[in-house]
């Protein structure tokens, strides 16, 4: 059983859902992949671990980084579910490229390269909006991309975390939609 609550971010609304032993998604309202992977059969309800990622998001918001963790329980691929820890592991305020990624992924798995592209493919399914920092991860060139959420949603957060932004830009292409 899913339970899921709501959470007011100065970024707009997110919907928040939990199993009883961790976080398994969390979304802003009308983003790309919006309640992926939702139980058909859930139930609105404040549960302990929705509490804690409440509380965590409010310090998060007040631009700290919270000195404490939420359990997390996103559904995925085992592949998907590699590239998340790896995310996990990206330090606030930093940011790491899809190909960086890759290359730690290919030598935990023994190969020689990974796909940039299947990365990205990962990342942008991540059901745990910023509790997994996929907004930290940028193209090779510097530009902002690929964040479910939208590109300004994830220049926002970069900026709440103090990253240095100097060498990053949103393409063109993005700045219009």
């Given at each position: 059983?899913?339970?899921t609550?709501?959470?007011?971010?100065?970024?707009?609304?997110?919907?928040?859902?939990?199993?009883?032993?961790?976080?398994?998604?969390?979304?802003?309202?009308?983003?790309?992949?919006?309640?992926?992977?939702?139980?058909?059969?859930?139930?609105?309800?404040?549960?302990?671990?929705?509490?804690?990622?409440?509380?965590?998001?409010?310090?998060?918001?007040?631009?700290?980084?919270p000195?404490?963790?939420?359990?997390?329980?996103?559904?995925?691929?085992?592949?998907?579910?590699?590239?998340?820890?790896?995310?996990?592991?990206?330090?606030?305020?930093?940011?790491?490229?899809?190909?960086?990624?890759?290359k730690?992924?290919?030598?935990?798995?023994?190969?020689?390269?990974?796909?940039?592209?299947?990365?990205?493919?990962?990342?942008?399914?991540?059901?745990?909006?910023?509790?997994?920092?996929?907004?930290?991860?940028?193209?090779?060139?510097?530009?902002?991309?690929?964040y479910?959420?939208?590109?300004?949603?994830?220049?926002?957060?970069?900026?709440?975390?103090?990253?240095?932004l100097?060498?990053?830009?949103?393409?063109?292409?993005?700045?219009?939609?």
């Amino acid at each position: 059983m899913q339970y899921t609550t709501h959470y007011e971010s100065p970024l707009g609304r997110m919907l928040l859902a939990a199993e009883e032993e961790g976080l398994t998604g969390a979304w802003f309202e009308g983003q790309k992949y919006f309640a992926a992977g939702l139980d058909g059969e859930r139930e609105e309800k404040e549960t302990p671990v929705l509490q804690e990622a409440k509380r965590w998001l409010d310090v998060y918001f007040s631009g700290r980084k919270p000195d404490f963790s939420v359990p997390l329980r996103p559904a995925g691929s085992e592949f998907r579910r590699e590239v998340w820890k790896i995310l996990c592991a990206i330090p606030y305020g930093k940011t790491m490229t899809y190909g960086e990624i890759g290359k730690v992924l290919a030598g935990q798995r023994g190969l020689a390269s990974m796909s940039a592209q299947a990365v990205g493919g990962a990342v942008g399914r991540n059901p745990v909006s910023i509790f997994i920092p996929c907004h930290r991860v940028v193209g090779a060139d510097g530009s902002l991309t690929g964040y479910a959420g939208g590109i300004h949603k994830k220049e926002w957060l970069l900026r709440l975390e103090g990253a240095d932004l100097t060498r990053l830009f949103i393409p063109r292409k993005a700045e219009m939609s």
